[in-house]
């Protein structure tokens, strides 16, 4: 089983390691208390709202500049 497990810290940014693999996460979304060797749980989820919200600001920013004359 693979676990997300923070490697180190350079700068702003933890070092994430994920079975063979590293990845960079920023620092500002851990908790405070996280330190090296912790091993991580994620939950993600989608807003929904707020993703509606930046499509219809895409969507209304499009009808703006591709006005038919």
């Known amino acids: ?16 390691e994920y079975g063979s693999r590293t990845f960079n996460f920023p620092k500002e979304l851990l908790p405070k ?9 994620f939950d993600v989820i989608i807003d929904m709202e707020e993703t509606e919200k930046r499509k219809k600001a895409a969507e209304d920013l499009a009808e703006d500049l591709f006005v038919d004359e």
């Not at 810290?9 to 933890?14: L, M, V």
């Not at 208390?33 to 749980?41: C, P």
Request: aromatic share 8%; net charge negative.
């Open 33 to 41: 208390e996280a330190k090296e060797g912790d091993v991580l749980k």
């Open 1 to 16: 089983m693979k676990l997300p497990i923070i490697d180190r810290f350079e700068g702003n940014w933890a070092v994430i």
